[in-house]
Structures are given as structure tokens and as C-alpha cells.
């Protein structure tokens, strides 16, 4: 390869989270993820896996460590102030103002981020391209919307931010089969138009199809990291369940 | 007679309507009951007389002066005491309320003692249409309310700050997640909240008079619309203190005048018994 090494779209050092006055839950994780790519975080049940992309949000203050958007520090910045900084965060549940029509979730996923670039007019024709289907539900209580389409008006929201990095908390729990098949193809969509992703899921098989990266966590630490291509599920297995202790 | 009724009734309720919207807008965004609101509109009764009589304002002027005032007073509450008790539960912020109200409406009394003033408005003769008698203070009441709900109604709907509110009201960690700092909005909530009790308070003393209590009297009430309509919906709080003005008047056909707020009470228990979330209440319930 030749010339300068890229510099990581999301850079994390020793990052250490928790609830409260409870212990910490995430243990010291390291990561580097290259810009345009889907790291896709796994892990059997209360491994840490929302409580570290909760982290990386800034709804959770860090006890310890550093977190960078291609290589700004964004580690004692706001949750509000990480999204100008280039983080966008979609959340498991409660992804949508439901109270509020689809025009109004999406006008406010921009209107209170005027000094960050890229999130006019182009951005949001952009979005509809991507989510063809939201573009005649503007007036629809997002509260009445299915799961699925409750989570693409979840997406548009924050790609309407156009950031760096997007946090993509289990967006398939809940949904049928066919919608977990739909979902999936707008991530890839949203890769390709140029931004990373982080995408924690627990249906593993769902998350390695897209996956440029897998990081498998245990216990609230890293237990693997390694190419989509080369985990095999037998391998998954024995760090779910044999290490999971 | 009725349609006189109707009438008092409609004005008192619009009077109610201010301050149970300012506690619709905090159970709505804050999570919890503000009893401050009784503290806030003696305060703004007292701010409306000094900057009316003391330092010669026009009433209109001097309404909006104390409007300002006690929003600048609720900010610096906010900073002061809610603020700081914002992550330990409602009943904190409850009880903080009342300790608030309470000491406000005392401070009043210190300084200004516990003599009853008004404020000073031109007396005008009543105007008489279609058999009703109508004060110059009904029409500046309703008209000053009228206005104020139509404009809060706007910003609400139509501005960033009004969809920010809202989206803070149902989900604030989503509002974090895009980029809206809560504490930002928070604070013009109680600047709005102060500027609706203030104004109140001002109605209020043209209403009756200025003296220490006069938040107080009003405070159940306020309540009762506020819980009526559906604590967390604005139209609802409206709606509401106009039920509670309106049945309050009406009471009178049937009882004498001294035990009408009984009879409207029993009205609104049994309005609450058939429909427990209050009139609009269904869309202020968490999905």
C-alpha cells in the first residue's frame, strides 16, 4: 500500500462505561475502524454491547478513556455536541418522536445543528433517495407508523445529519423477517453513500452478511476482533458460550 | 341570567387557562407537578404594581415588565434549585415547588406587606350587548389570554424552539441523540412558563386585587384544569380551565355563591371518574 495510513473514521482508547454508582459494564475496549466500512458488534445477552454504542453517543458519560471522529476527540463533548461533531445515533426502542409528525422528526434532526456541514437542502434529497418511501408520509404521526418504517424514519433522522459515523443500536429487534431483509439493504445503501457504521445486532448471522468487520464482546471486553469473512460461526459459538462467564 | 353565567364563567376560565398551561408545560417537559406556579403569579401581581403604580407604567406596559420579570426569576430558579434536583425524581421537584411558592408568596408579604393594593386601571363603564353585561376587565382578560394562546399555540406548532419542546417532552434522549441540548430548552420552558405566570398574575390583581394570597386562591384551581384537561397537553389545560371557570359560575343556579367551587369540584371528580386521564389526556400517555 502506498502513502499515508487513513485515519480511522472511529478511534477508541481504553474506553471504560457504567451505570450509576454500579461497576463498569464496558471493560477497557480499544478499537479502529476505517472510514466506509460496517463493524458489526456482537455478543451474547448483557455483554455490553448498547451500553458501549451508548458510550460512543455520549448519552453515557466515559469513566475512562478516549473516543476520536476521524482523529477530533469528541470524549467529553455533549451527546447534542457529538452530533455536530459527525456522530449520529439510532437508539433500539423509541427511535422516532412519536408524538410528532414524520416532517417534524425530520426537520429536527437538522434544525439545531446549523454549524455543521453537508445538512441542507442536497442532504435531505439525498436521504429521500435512499428512503424513497418517506417522502409521502409527511404528515403521518411517526407514533402510528409500523416497526419497520419507524426505524427507516429513525435512519433518514440521522443520516439527515450527514455524519461521519453512525451508531445503529439492534435496529432488526422486533421486525419480521422480511423487514430484517429491507433493513439491512438500506445499511448497506448507507454505507456505500459514504459513512461508517457501527452496527450492534443480535441476529449474528443477519449482521455478518453486511459486516466489513466483526468485534465480538464478553463481558463487557473484546474478545475478537477480526475481517467478516474470516469468523466462522463455529468459532462465534465457542466465545459466546465458553468464555461468556 | 345563564348566558351571563356562560360568560363569567368563559373569562374565569381563560384566566385559568395561563397558569394551567405553565403547569401543563412542565408536567409535559419536566415530569413534575409545579406547585411554584401559585408563588409565581402573586409575584407577578406584586412586579405588575410596582412597575404600574410605583414606577408609572401603562398597564400594558407594565404587564409585560412583570411577565419579563418573573420569567428572569424562573430561569434563575431553574438555575438555582430545580435544575440541581432534576435527576432526583418528581417528588423532589414537587416538593421544591412548594417550598418555592411558598417562599415567594412570603417575600411578597415582607416586602410589601400584607395590605391589599390594585393595580391602577381607568375605570369604564360595563359595556351592555345582547342583554350581557360586559366588564372592561372581562374584555382585557379574555382578549390578553386569547392572544397569549394563540402565540404560545404558534410556537408550539410552528418554530424550531416549539418542535424542540415537544420532542424534549416525549423522548429527551432522542432529542440528545439529535443534537438538541436539553438543559438549552429547559430553560426557555421556564422563561415561557415564567412569562404565562407573570402575565396571569398581572390578570389576576385586575381580577381581584394585589395582596399576598392571590396566588394562593388560584393555585387548586389551576390544578384542577391542568389534571382536567390531561396533564402534559396544552389544549387540554385549556379546555380544562375553562370546564372548571364555566362550572364554577354555573354552580351558582343551583347553590349559593359560597359553596359553588364544592359543586364544580364534584363536577369535575365525576368528569375525572369517567374519563381518568382528563379530557385530551390520551396523547400526554408514554408510548
Redesign the interface.
Known amino acids: 500500500m502506498s502513502g499515508a495510513p487513513a485515519i480511522p473514521a472511529l478511534a477508541v482508547r481504553g474506553l471504560r462505561a457504567g451505570y450509576g454508582r454500579g461497576g463498569d459494564i464496558v471493560r477497557g475496549i480499544d478499537l479502529d475502524q476505517l472510514p466506509e466500512t460496517i463493524l458489526a458488534v456482537i455478543g451474547p445477552n448483557g455483554s455490553g454491547k448498547s451500553t458501549f454504542v451508548k458510550a460512543l ?3 453515557l458519560r466515559p469513566r475512562e478513556g478516549s473516543i476520536s471522529i476521524t482523529g477530533r476527540d469528541v470524549t467529553g463533548l ?4 457529538r ?2 461533531a459527525g456522530v ?2 439510532v ?1 433500539q426502542e ?7 409528525t414524520v416532517r ?1 422528526n425530520m ?7 446549523r454549524r ?1 456541514a453537508g445538512t441542507g437542502r442536497e442532504q435531505e434529497e439525498r436521504v429521500l433517495t435512499l428512503f424513497p418511501e418517506l417522502a409521502d408520509r409527511g404528515r403521518t404521526l411517526a ?1 402510528n407508523l409500523s416497526g419497520g418504517q419507524r426505524q427507516m424514519v429513525a435512519f433518514a ?1 440521522a443520516l439527515l ?1 450527514n455524519p461521519e459515523v453512525l451508531l445503529l443500536d439492534e435496529p432488526s429487534a422486533g421486525l419480521s423477517p422480511r423487514f430484517v431483509s429491507e433493513t439491512m439493504e438500506a445499511i448497506v445503501r448507507v454505507r456505500s453513500a459514504g459513512t461508517t457504521i457501527v452496527l450492534v445486532e443480535q441476529n449474528v448471522q443477519a449482521a455478518l452478511c453486511i459486516a466489513d468487520a466483526v468485534m465480538v464482546l464478553v463481558a463487557g471486553r473484546k474478545s475478537l476482533e477480526a475481517p467478516a469473512g474470516q469468523i466462522r460461526q463455529a468459532d462465534l459459538a465457542d466465545l459466546f458460550f465458553a468464555r461468556a462467564a | 341570567m345563564i348566558g351571563q353565567l356562560l360568560l363569567n364563567g368563559t373569562v374565569s376560565g381563560l384566566l385559568l387557562a395561563l397558569p394551567a398551561l405553565a403547569v401543563s408545560l412542565t408536567f409535559g417537559i419536566l415530569k413534575f407537578p409545579n406547585f411554584a406556579v401559585g408563588g409565581s403569579l402573586t409575584l407577578g401581581a406584586y412586579a405588575g404594581w410596582v412597575f404600574n403604580t410605583q414606577l408609572g407604567f401603562q398597564i400594558v406596559g407594565a404587564s409585560l415588565l412583570a411577565a419579563a420579570t418573573v420569567a428572569l426569576v424562573s430561569v434563575l430558579l431553574d438555575v438555582a434549585v430545580f435544575g440541581r434536583l432534576r435527576e432526583q425524581g418528581s417528588i423532589a421537584l414537587m416538593v421544591a415547588s412548594m417550598g418555592v411558592s411558598l417562599i415567594l408568596e412570603n417575600l411578597c408579604r415582607f416586602v410589601f406587606g400584607n395590605a391589599t393594593r390594585s393595580l391602577d386601571v381607568d375605570v369604564a363603564r360595563p359595556l351592555r350587548w345582547a342583554g350581557l353585561r360586559i366588564s372592561h376587565e372581562q374584555i382585557v382578560t379574555a382578549a390578553a389570554v386569547l392572544g397569549c394562546l394563540v402565540l404560545l399555540h404558534l410556537v408550539l406548532r410552528t418554530t424550531p424552539l416549539g418542535r424542540a419542546m415537544r420532542a424534549v417532552a416525549d423522548n429527551p434522549t432522542l432529542a440528545a441523540a439529535r443534537g438538541i441540548e436539553r438543559e438549552v430548552i429547559v430553560r426557555l420552558t421556564w422563561a415561557i412558563i415564567g412569562l404565562l405566570t407573570g402575565l396571569a398574575g398581572v390578570l389576576a390583581a385586575i381580577d381581584r386585587a394585589v395582596e399576598p394570597l392571590v396566588g394562593w386562591s388560584y393555585q387548586i384551581p389551576v390544578f384542577a384544569a391542568a389534571i382536567l384537561g390531561g396533564l402534559g397537553s396544552p389544549l387540554g389545560a385549556v379546555l380544562g380551565a375553562l370546564a372548571v371557570g364555566l362550572s364554577e359560575e354555573l354552580a351558582t343556579l343551583v347553590v349559593p355563591t359560597s359553596y359553588r367551587q364544592a359543586v364544580s369540584f364534584a363536577v369535575i371528580l365525576l368528569l375525572l371518574l369517567v374519563r381518568s386521564q382528563g379530557l385530551l389526556g390520551a396523547r400526554a400517555v408514554r408510548k
Not at chain 1, 107 to 113: H, I, K, M, R, S
Open positions: 453517543a455520549g448519552l455533549s451527546a447534542a455536541r452530533v455536530v449520529a445515533y437508539p423509541k427511535n422516532v418522536f412519536a408524538t410528532l417534524e426537520q429536527l434532526a437538522t434544525e439545531f445543528l455543521r407514533g433522522c445529519a
